[in-house]
């Protein structure tokens, strides 16, 4: 089981900026993809972004691409998502999770996610 813990939200006007953080403990970090994931108010949870064991390989979902950048430090078990140009329909809260190889399906129970909010 990994235990995660997310940090670095908050309000932004848009085309602000905002650096998401994600703690990961209880497993072997660098042995497992990891991803950011999203859930606007009143819709269902998304993916967002995904990184591999080595951060060589990466994936966005098309609303974010060229826009947001995912990356990890394995030494400190940690991933980050660069959140440039917001706009306000990035408003969502923001979860991170161990990733299934060759999928974008999240592998463990959800945390407490950190709130982002882009004002208009």
């Known amino acids: 089981q990994v235990q995660l813990v997310e940090s670095g939200g908050g309000l932004v006007q848009a085309g602000g900026s905002l650096r998401l953080s994600c703690a990961a403990s209880g497993r072997t970090f660098s042995s497992y993809p990891m991803g950011w994931f999203r859930q606007a108010p009143g819709k269902e949870r998304e993916f967002v972004a995904k990184?591999?064991?080595?951060?060589?390989?990466?994936t966005y979902a098309d609303s974010v691409k060229g826009r947001f950048t995912i990356s990890r430090d394995n030494a400190k078990n940690t991933v980050v998502l660069q959140m440039n140009s917001l706009k306000p329909e990035d408003t969502a809260v923001y979860y991170c999770?161990?990733?299934?190889?060759?999928?974008?399906?999240?592998?463990?129970?959800w945390g407490q996610g950190t709130q982002v909010t882009v004002s208009s």
């Open positions: 999770n161990r990733i299934l190889f060759g999928t974008t399906t999240p592998a463990e129970d």
């Open positions: 990184i591999s064991t080595t951060g060589f390989s990466k």
